[in-house]
């Protein structure tokens, strides 16, 4: 066996039972010895290979050896787990095409030569759609230095067009705070200077970031934010994730609707049962996000209070009502 051969030994023996071996394909020795030779041009006997196996369990490698052979017991990540995060990839529309099965194919490189038979579905990912920016990943790493250097960003905001392409709406400059990801969309949480006031930006839809030199403006100088960031009242209560503060909003559904509540607020609500088909639940929410919430459902979901946003979501009905009877001809 060549020297450079003898030194790289132990790490090719691991990397052929990491790629080829699992609790159901053991490797015989003569399997490793061959694969060796075929994919990294080394010759060696019975003995090193046995030698190295030892090597890499003293090691702490969580090698298994049985009356089959010799396979890697665990990896970083088990075969569910990566499957989960491949579908996550998959139907994720914030990452564009080329994006996506390049994460994919990585994704797949952990699982070994035996997992790929079992992913074949990963290689529809033209059929999802998805977006079309190709800054996205770049605009995370660009808003996680400006975040961890507390510096401010500018970046144009787009919206799509009836190409289907992205197209600016303008510059902005902003203080970022952080991202979050939220109802499979991923979100910049920032305090743009032209409103002076928090919102939640599509990093998918942000294009040209650069961070500059001007110091962020801090977070908790704004009076919502004076004790940091309540991730659980912007999951549960912002489902649309506008800005403005989360009030108490009550609403008179179909019993059946408990599901779509914990769907969309988690176990942020109550509910009490009023007469055998409905109940009346309270939720702390984004009045305006409510709004366009009602609308989903309003053939399930009354509001009750606070009387100003019932006063908007009757407006709104009304508003469509008019826009259907007047371009039905009737």
């Known amino acids: 066996m060549a020297t450079e051969a003898k030194k ?21 020795q003569n399997d490793i010895i061959r694969l060796l030779e075929r994919d990294y041009g080394i010759e060696c006997e019975r003995k090193a290979v046995g030698r190295n196996i030892s090597y890499l369990k003293e090691m702490g490698y969580d090698i298994e050896t ?30 564009n095409s080329t994006h996506s099965e390049q994460l994919i194919e990585k994704l797949i490189q952990l699982g070994g030569h035996n997992f790929k038979s079992h992913v074949k579905h990963v290689y529809s990912v033209k ?30 905001y787009n919206r799509v067009g ?25 979100y910049l949480m920032l305090r743009d200077d032209k409103y002076d006031d928090i919102s939640y930006d599509r990093i998918d839809k942000i294009t040209d970031m650069r961070i500059i030199d001007e110091d962020a403006l801090p977070l908790r100088e704004n009076e919502r934010f004076a004790r940091g960031i309540n991730y659980k009242e912007i999951a549960s209560g912002m489902p649309y994730m506008f800005s403005d503060k989360p009030q108490t909003v009550t609403l008179r559904c ?7 509540l914990a769907d969309w607020f988690g176990t942020n609500f109550s509910a009490k049962q009023d007469g055998d088909s409905h109940i009346i639940a309270t939720v702390k929410a984004s009045p305006r996000a409510m709004l ?13 209070s606070p009387k100003s946003l019932r006063d908007e979501v009757i407006s709104a009905l009304k508003s469509a009502l008019a826009m259907y009877l007047e371009n039905s001809g009737n």
Do not use: C
């Open 8 to 28: 790289t030994l132990i790490m090719r023996i691991y990397n052929i039972l990491e790629e080829y071996s699992d609790s159901e394909h053991p490797l015989k």
């Open 66 to 95: 049985d009356g089959r052979g010799t396979y890697l017991a665990t990896r970083a990540l088990e075969n569910s787990e990566l499957r989960l995060l491949i579908d996550s990839v998959l139907s994720s529309r914030h990452i």
């Open 127 to 156: 059929d999802w759609g998805k977006s079309q920016n190709r800054d996205f990943f770049l605009n995370i790493e660009i808003a996680h230095d400006a975040i961890e250097q507390g510096k401010k960003i500018t970046f144009y």
């Open 162 to 186: 009836v190409d289907g392409k992205l197209h600016p709406t303008g510059k902005h400059t902003a203080s970022p705070y952080q991202m979050l990801l939220h109802n499979q969309r991923y």
């Open 254 to 260: 179909a019993n059946f609707m408990t599901d779509e």
């Open 292 to 304: 366009y919430w009602a609308l989903q459902y309003n053939d399930k979901a009354e509001v009750l």
